[in-house]
């Protein structure tokens, strides 16, 4: 019996469903038995992130993020996608909200507590110095003001949205 490949669309989408081998009709030889939603314009190879939709005669490849979670701009809600082509103008794929005060003043005193931090085995360095009577490696006096600028961070004007760093002495 002779077959014919044809390719299968999912009638409400045009969405490519698969191939198909159509068997010829005992009865009118030379012709097929043809299921309705299909086509012998073979679609094009498949691409990540894309979905062959058949219309008006013709294969094209549609974004296709179904299954994906996006968030609603204005309430940050998760929204499954379950249908094919671009999401709503009002979801994006990743959401991230616009942090409080407070969290952008803990941030901010996160920050600013490593940088001393970082700074302050020069402080441990001088003190061993002093004590073993050597020669100090550095003058601690722009340290000491870098130190004291930081730790006032928190009363500059501006605080926490926007904040002037010091920057670290040589």
Known sequence: MTTKKVFLIESSTGEFQ??????????EPGEFIVPESSTEVEPPPPIAGKTA??????????LDFR???????TSGAQVQID???????????TYTPTPTIAELAALARLKRDTLIQSVSWRYERHAREMRL?????EALFLLDTYV???AD????????QSIIWPIIPA
């Open 18 to 27: 698969g191939a198909y081998d159509a068997q010829e009709n005992p009865l």
């Open 53 to 62: 939709v058949f219309a008006n005669g013709a294969w094209s490849m549609v």
């Open 67 to 73: 299954g994906q979670v996006w968030f609603d701009k």
């Open 83 to 93: 249908v094919l082509g671009q999401p709503s103008e009002n979801l994006v794929a």
């Open 133 to 137: 009577g050597i020669a100090a490696t």
């Open 148 to 150: 004291q600028t930081l």
């Open 153 to 160: 961070i928190p009363a500059q004007t501006g605080f926490p």
